[in-house]
């Protein structure tokens, strides 16, 4: 068992969680408009998003740090 993390907010969600509650509120258009990667561009999938960005630890961290704006901002 890991112990809490109270300063973390992404502690408990999932790469996952975070991307399927993005692509639901904004779509995969607007995920491209505001994280240009191909991965949102171009045949965009819940599946090869995440293969991707698993891969990539940079792209994932933009993408950590846009879901924390989102919801810092109450739009998640």
């Known amino acids: 068992m890991t112990p809490p993390q109270p300063n973390n907010p992404l502690h408990g969600i999932t790469l996952e969680t975070m991307l399927r ?7 995969w258009e607007g995920l491209a408009r505001d994280l240009p990667m ?9 599946n090869s998003a995440l293969k991707y960005l698993r891969k ?6 933009k993408v950590e740090a846009l879901y924390l704006t989102l919801l810092d901002r109450g739009r998640i």
């Not at 509650?21 to 779509?27: A, C, H, K």
């Open 21 to 27: 509650q993005m692509v639901e509120r904004y779509g």
């Open 56 to 61: 990539a630890p940079r792209a994932r961290r």
């Open 38 to 46: 191909n991965c949102f561009r171009v045949d965009p999938s819940l």
